[in-house]
């Protein structure tokens, strides 16, 4: 699914073919999930093949290693050079991004004394998630602010959103929505959430959410729109039966909410305010 004989990665500073690629198995990333990750899409455009908030993206990569304490010297603009090159090999246009910053051998519980990068791609023309998903709320909570940097992407910070994600999945819903150790919304399994009242959208305050790019990017469009826009603490509870609902992130994009522990929500999606910025959302990766 995500590579063959022919697909190059970037590691270590080489291009070099995927299936010659290989980890240290006494890499302290394997053994503690000392990772951080982005993930990225690019897009065919009418100018060619564009990254879409390459800046934004390596801005947090280098961001999320220095809160982990992994040292990483890349400057955004040489990840970026890299990241067109790797696509330009690849023959890739519509293409899921995946940029990871490995420690080296450590058994210690101790910070990175060295740091490996890999740049990973694959073709990707859709989101992951599909339409109208019927969620739930999850037992399991989002990781407390108090005991990691949960506004870093961490590799073993995703370990929470497997066994959420999981759990719904398992009890046949599409997805978990999860809250926080207040009882608050906080994020589904792996991307933002917003719901739909009255034409006003409201999406989780910052705290124990990953405040992601496409987020900011959704209340950009608000904002152009003339859409307001509240970022504040809800339960889920005051989301049940709102007007719409929906999940946004990098790989799902915009993706619309049918129901809540089976409660739907009441409008049609076509009619409503997040539907429009569903529309522009889809134009903008694409401009």
């Not at 897009?43 to 990254?51: H, L, N, P």
């Not at 590799?155 to 959420?164: D, E, F, T």
């Not at 959430?193 to 992601?212: C, M, N, R």
């Not at 739907?264 to 539907?275: R, V």
């Amino acid at each position: 699914m995500y590579y063959n004989d022919n697909t190059v990665i970037y590691f270590n500073g080489n291009f070099r073919k995927a299936k010659e690629a290989g980890t240290d198995l006494y890499g302290q990333s394997l053994h503690y999930g000392y990772s951080v990750f982005e993930g990225i899409k690019s897009y065919s455009t009418d100018q060619g093949t564009k990254i879409f908030k390459a800046k934004e993206h390596y801005e947090r990569l280098k961001r999320s290693a220095e809160l982990m304490h992994i040292p990483f010297d890349y400057s955004v603009e040489q990840l970026t050079d890299l990241t067109y090159e790797l696509l330009e090999k690849n023959g890739f246009s519509d293409a899921y991004i995946r940029p990871l910053v490995t420690c080296s051998p450590n058994m210690s519980l101790s910070k990175g004394k060295e740091s490996y990068l890999s740049l990973l791609a694959w073709e990707w023309s859709n989101g992951y998630l599909a339409d109208k998903m019927k969620i739930m709320t999850s037992e399991f909570q989002r990781p407390n602010p108090k005991a990691f940097k949960v506004e870093a992407k961490v590799g073993g910070h995703y370990v929470n959103s497997i066994l959420a994600c999981q759990d719904a999945k398992d009890k046949g819903y599409d997805e978990a929505l999860v809250l926080d150790e207040n009882g608050n919304v906080a994020e589904s399994s792996g991307a933002n959430v917003f719901y739909e009242k009255d034409g006003t959208l409201f999406t989780p305050a910052k705290g124990s959410i990953l405040p992601g790019i496409t987020r900011q990017t959704v209340m950009e469009i608000c904002n152009e729109l003339n859409i307001p826009v509240k970022e504040t603490f809800f339960t889920p509870e005051e989301m049940r039966g709102a007007d719409a609902g929906f999940f946004c992130g990098t790989a799902a994009e915009i993706v619309a909410l049918d129901s809540l522990d089976d409660v739907p929500f009441t409008k049609n999606w076509e009619d409503t305010a997040s539907h429009k910025v569903q529309e522009a959302y889809s134009k903008l990766v694409r401009f």
